[in-house]
């Protein structure tokens, strides 16, 4: 239902953009997260992109992520800046629907920042 992609290892600094596909939900309808888990720690909440482009994002990564939303390709994007070694997780999307609550999760993609 949900595939993510585009993590990798990148030095303190830098930038990724992350990826999620959607198939299978009405993508006009559901709000999209992306939460991560660093090793040792609970899954957080990251970002948030509700239809309409209400977004919402942690305080940890407030003006560096961007989530946005392309409906026409039911894909959700975050764009990491200024990435430091605290962003390293795995990261996965997510979508619940408005109407139904129907939730799913996507695999996970991993995100390394070298110091």
């Known amino acids: 239902q949900l595939q993510a992609c585009g993590g990798g290892l990148v030095q303190a600094g830098g930038s990724l953009r992350l990826a999620c596909a959607a198939s299978?939900?009405?993508?006009?309808?559901?709000?999209m997260r992306w939460y991560r888990q660093a090793p040792g720690k609970q899954r957080e909440l990251v970002a948030g992109i509700a239809p309409g482009d209400i977004t919402d994002y942690a305080n940890s990564v407030r003006g560096r992520f961007t989530i946005s939303r392309d409906n026409a390709k039911n894909t959700v994007y975050l764009q990491q800046n200024s990435l430091n070694s605290d962003d390293t997780a795995v990261y996965y999307c997510n979508s619940r629907d408005l109407i139904t609550r129907a939730e799913y999760w996507g695999q996970g993609t991993l995100v390394t920042v070298s110091s």
């Open positions: 299978g939900i009405i993508f006009s309808t559901n709000v």
